[in-house]
């Protein structure tokens, strides 16, 4: 059977001085940071046998694969099945401190953590991920694919694939800005998962990134 290796990214730093939870919504490009993240990634990617990239629709995503493009001289294709999760709180500020978890407003929307009734289904996320997953191994058999998401799809998609269940604290999700969760095929299955931070070294900004 063939080896296939797809490396799923999370975008870069986003340019978010209000701070708000975006989601889905259009504009929300990368900052400065976030695209220097975008060149480190495709920089550590130099020496792979990318043969396919697949981005989310969403700009973030869509600038973060552009470098790792160019370098390989390959288009970027678009899966929507790789779109960041829906969540009720789209467009409000969610940051620690800002008493929307205290909120009485919002306390019905809070109410199950585990399906979450805040926002898409974990299952959903996690059947949608996969299919794309392996939509990319597909695409790229025999060789390696880039893949470009959100933190939430990709922690759920990581998850999913290791049978561990689906909800979780999201302080302890390993899916740093522009990391790369890598999964190793051997045919049509997954025979190992790695994981690195190849912008690390450039620190973090302001930008909040989902």
Not at 56 to 82: H, K, M, N, W, Y
Not at 96 to 116: E, Q
Not at 130 to 152: I, K, M, P, T
Not at 168 to 179: E, V
Request: hydrophobic content about 45%.
């Amino acid at each position: 059977m063939s080896r296939t290796v797809v490396h799923v990214l999370r975008h870069g730093e986003v340019h978010n001085p209000d701070r708000i939870l975006y989601g889905r919504l259009p504009g929300f490009r990368l900052s400065p940071l976030g695209i220097q993240m975008a060149k480190a990634v495709a920089a550590a990617l130099a020496d792979r046998d990318i043969t396919y990239i697949v981005s989310s629709p969403l700009e973030r995503a869509q600038q973060t694969a552009e470098p790792i493009a160019a370098q390989f001289g390959l288009p970027v294709a678009v899966d929507e099945r790789l779109i960041e999760s829906a969540n009720w709180f789209e467009g409000k500020r969610m940051s620690v401190g800002d008493g929307a978890l205290r909120d009485p407003r919002n306390w019905w929307v809070l109410r199950d953590p585990f399906t979450p009734s805040w926002g898409e289904p974990y299952a959903g996320i996690a059947e949608r991920m996969f299919a794309a997953l392996q939509a990319a191994r597909v695409a790229a058999e025999g060789h390696e694919a880039v893949v470009v998401s959100h933190q939430l799809p990709i922690w759920t998609l990581r998850r999913y694939v290791e049978r561990k269940r689906l909800w979780h604290d999201p302080r302890k999700r390993q899916c740093a800005l522009a990391s790369l969760t890598s999964f190793h095929f051997d045919g049509a299955r997954v025979v190992g998962i790695s994981y690195r931070e190849p912008a690390a070294h450039l620190g973090t900004g302001t930008g909040v990134g989902a």
